[in-house]
């Protein structure tokens, strides 16, 4: 009986992710054939399906009044981003993000950051909470298209080949299938991973929050380990940066904006006095990578890595 709430949570978080990725997939390909531009889907699309296993997770977690774990799988999914999800690509290889440019994206994702903390200080995020991250999602998404369309302007047009998503052979019923797959199993993966991860919560005695800033936090940030760690062996550190710099801000404006139309989101005090300034300064750390050139070398690796060990620890 112990283990049967682990291997739910297991199952749960892998019908999550599995349906995630059919649902970015249906999704794209439908809106290519409808005639939505590559642009579009590429900026709202992809990025809004790619965080869809989080949100589910933050919505049931509201529903199901487990705070705690909607407000520790964000706040735990950006700490591991930072410090586990650019840190073991780095061991197998060096990340070479002196190579590029991701200055802008970053202040984005540090106001951000700065703009959740405040919200939180308030005690509970509210529908008014949520308004104001989306609006600032909406600001950040604006500000995306306008540089994309003017790159595309300066002569490069490459639009499918950047959204590895896109076939445009797919046939009708095979995006019907991955539609189908993504609506069913992301409630399906969302309903089994809260319930376990409250009743494992319980049965160590360990609080929702922590359950959320570990458990669940690692599992949803697997798809960004994954992609980091192809983009890292294909020397493409462009890809590995702006994945955790993109999906730290989707997590932060998106996910808690969003579930907060579900109902009103309480602030464990644990957050204000530990998590978030974790989260905030883990941000802080790769200030060298992106505005002094630096490249993310095996050490840093290591020493990321190690850092995001002893966070768990405290933790736990």
């Known amino acids: 009986m112990l283990i049967m709430p682990w291997l739910l949570s297991g199952l749960g978080l892998i019908i999550l992710l599995l349906a995630g990725d059919a649902l970015v997939r249906g999704a794209v390909n439908l809106s290519l054939r409808l005639g939505v531009p590559a642009l579009i889907v590429s900026l709202t699309i992809v990025a809004f399906g790619t965080s869809a296993p ?57 106001i951000a950051s700065v703009l959740f903390i405040a919200l939180a200080a308030c005690g509970t995020f509210t529908f008014w909470s949520g308004l104001i991250l ?91 380990l994954a992609t980091t760690v192809m983009a890292a062996l294909r020397r493409q550190a462009d ?33 204000l006095r530990y998590d978030l300034w974790v989260m905030l300064g883990a941000s802080l750390l790769i200030v060298p990578f992106v505005f002094l050139k630096q490249d993310i070398t095996r050490t840093w690796g290591v020493a990321l890595t190690a850092l995001y060990g002893t966070y768990l620890l405290t933790l736990l």
């Open 54 to 110: 989080e949100l589910l997770t933050a919505v049931q977690a509201v529903e199901e009044n487990a705070d705690g774990i909607a407000l520790g799988n964000v706040v735990g999914s950006n700490t591991a981003n930072i410090l586990l999800v650019l840190g073991i690509p780095a061991i197998l290889s060096r990340l070479h993000t002196s190579e590029c440019d991701t200055r802008r994206n970053y202040v984005y994702m540090l």
């Open 134 to 224: 989306l609006a600032a999602l909406s600001y950040v998404l604006s500000k995306a298209f306008c540089a994309a369309r003017d790159h595309r302007r300066n002569g490069e047009d490459d639009d499918l080949e950047e959204i590895e998503e896109a076939d445009p052979n797919m046939p009708g019923w095979r995006i019907a299938v991955y539609l189908l797959l993504g609506l069913i199993g992301l409630p399906l993966g969302a309903d089994l991973l809260v319930d376990n991860a409250t009743i494992i919560a319980r049965m160590y005695h360990i609080s929702e929050t922590v359950i959320g800033l570990t458990l669940v936090a690692i599992g949803t940030s697997l798809p960004e």
């Open 239 to 271: 890809v590995a940066l702006g994945n955790v710099i993109g999906s730290n801000m989707f997590n932060l404006l998106a996910i808690i904006g969003l579930a907060t139309f579900v109902g009103d989101i309480t602030v464990d005090p644990a957050f």
